[in-house]
């Protein structure tokens, strides 16, 4: 069971150097090798941490084609990244996302808590099992794996991770020179995992880190998703469009989260906060209108041709109604792709209009530094979130929220100070993870 924390929100710092939107990088004060700049990198984490942010986040694609977004054809290995941002890094937690459909439980498990011993225990695993069906393609496979295959092989893949984590109890390296003794042998713990998908031995040629285990972040909102981040999860990605969807995505997670045995305060949801602050409300609405000028029809449409890979939908009519698409979506990004289907029906939106809602930055969050206070708020304590990842349109809005608003977060009381800890758990409020061979 999680620590009973004080009621303060928690803060996640998205970064990309050229920012969120494909078309960010157009933006006069973005450099445009930002996703490639490690200067920039450095900057961009050095800031949120000096604002106390409880972690930073770097997201991962393993398929890219001419539709791809500038964001993602040039950007660092995240784990790379994580690795050489440790070092000049004292507090804030390093999250990265690692695909389990393409990747081995051992590899992801050496190299996460590499980086969580590197860090002192602030590394955060995103775990995803990649929508993208073109990338098998790089990984030797024809055919992608299935929606419902990939959940499955997501949850053998993690526990043979969590279980190589423990293959040292935290006493066993004693370190006795005088006896020739470099550690215990009866604290040395060998998996021999033997599943569907996986047949590993163990054990790993690493001990634990300070927290115990990285923390679990996983951004699945399907059925299939929801269910495996209420037994696994700690920390919850989601994207609502507004506060009454926040709000029942949340007391629906944590109510399967109870229902598994676990506490509510076990898990942690993040929304997705895209903020464009301005010192007036004429004047953020203006910047918001000029993010907007950078996006095409065109644009907004191969946005939302993520969710629906298999369909070519630019040969439909724009202002005629959005295309029936019966089940496509169903084996990629299926909570957007039905999403996106169901609020076309029953709000009549054409092609065009979908595009544009589903495929630009939102409003949600446009307003003066007192404003978007204010709806955070809201959010916060109406049960809507736990905390907020910060994803500006463009990088520079990263450093606007961390002036203009998080002075009145703090005002409020719902937002830290300094750190509580040195590792992303303790900041978190989440629990140690104790040895499971340990006995207690």
């Not at 203006?286 to 996006?295: H, Q, R, T």
């Not at 708020?377 to 961390?402: L, N």
Request: hydrophobic share 35%; with cysteine.
């Amino acid at each position: 069971m999680a620590n009973k924390r004080n009621r303060q929100m928690k803060l996640g710092a998205r970064v990309f150097g050229i920012g969120h939107y494909r078309t960010s990088w157009r933006h006069p004060n973005v450099p445009s090798d930002g996703n490639v700049n490690f200067a920039e990198h450095i900057l961009q984490v050095q800031e949120a941490e000096a604002a106390k942010f409880d972690f930073v986040f770097f997201s991962d694609r393993l398929y890219f084609d001419e539709h791809s977004a500038p964001k993602s054809v040039n950007q660092f290995e995240p784990l790379t990244l994580l690795a050489a941002l440790a070092s000049i890094t004292k507090n804030i937690g390093l999250v990265a996302t690692v695909s389990t459909s393409y990747s081995e439980p051992f590899n992801v498990a050496r190299q996460f808590m590499s980086i969580d011993k590197i860090s002192g225990g602030r590394a955060g695993w995103n775990v995803v099992s990649t929508a993208l069906s073109g990338a098998s393609l790089n990984f030797s496979r024809d055919v992608h794996f299935g929606h419902a295959e990939r959940y499955q092989r997501a949850q053998e893949h993690l526990d043979v991770v969590q279980g190589l984590w423990d293959s040292w109890e935290d006493d066993a390296f004693v370190y006795d020179k005088e006896n020739n003794l470099f550690y215990d042998k009866d604290k040395l713990h060998t998996l021999k995992y033997e599943g569907e998908f996986f047949k590993v031995r163990g054990p790993l040629n690493i001990n634990r880190s300070p927290q115990g285990q990285p923390v679990i972040f996983q951004a699945g909102q399907s059925e299939a998703g929801k269910k495996f981040a209420a037994e696994y999860a700690e920390g919850v990605y989601t994207t609502p469009i507004s506060y009454e969807e926040a709000n029942t995505f949340f007391e629906d997670l944590k109510a399967r989260v109870v229902k598994v045995g676990r506490d509510e305060d076990d898990i942690l949801i993040f929304a997705g906060l895209n903020p464009v602050i301005g010192r007036t409300e004429e004047e953020a609405k203006a910047k918001f209108e000029e993010v907007l000028s950078y996006i095409t029809y065109e644009e907004a449409l191969t946005e939302i041709k993520l969710f629906f890979k298999n369909v070519d939908l630019f040969k439909f009519d724009p202002d005629a109604p959005f295309p029936d698409l019966q089940d496509e979506g169903n084996e990629g990004y299926s909570y957007m792709a039905n999403r996106i289907k169901k609020a076309a029906k029953e709000l009549g939106l054409t092609l065009r209009e979908a595009a544009f809602r589903y495929g630009t930055p939102k409003s949600e969050f446009v307003g003066t530094p007192e404003q978007i206070a204010d709806r955070m708020q809201k959010w916060f304590e109406g049960r809507a979130c736990d905390g907020f990842f910060v994803w500006p349109p463009y990088s520079e809005g990263t450093r606007e929220f961390i002036d203009l608003v998080l002075p009145i977060l703090r005002e409020r009381g719902l937002f830290r100070e300094e750190y509580e800890s040195t590792t992303l758990r303790g900041n978190l409020g989440l629990d140690f993870v104790p040895n499971r061979y340990a006995k207690s």
